[in-house]
């Protein structure tokens, strides 16, 4: 994981709690630019650690914010380098909570 966090460092695109926005871009995070990095350039098994640890803070802080993302958007947010269907983003969700 200390690789990911130091490209992450190194782009300067990192997300905060409570507002899990971007410093740098203010977009929600994971920002669209972080998005962009080829997966080949991260370790996906140390980019599902990662986002496996980051997320259930996020599920929690933006969990029923007035025009907030329910639950299962904050997962497929956070997994977008995964193909989950709505029904495995609801149930990832609900073992978060």
């Known amino acids: 994981m200390t690789a ?3 490209v992450l460092s190194a782009i300067g695109h990192i997300g905060y709690q409570p507002d899990w926005k971007c410093e740098r871009c203010q977009e929600p995070w994971p920002c669209p630019t972080l998005r962009r990095i080829p997966r080949e350039q991260l370790d996906p098994a ?3 650690r990662m986002m496996a640890f980051l997320v259930r803070g996020a599920i929690r802080d933006l969990r029923g914010r007035v ?3 329910e639950p299962p958007e904050i997962v497929r947010r956070f997994f977008w380098f995964l193909p989950l269907s709505d029904d495995e983003a609801r149930a990832i969700a ?4």
Do not use: D, M, Q, S
């Open 46 to 48: 140390a980019l599902i």
């Open 67 to 69: 025009e907030g993302p």
């Open 4 to 6: 990911l966090v130091g």
């Open 94 to 97: 609900r073992r978060l909570r």
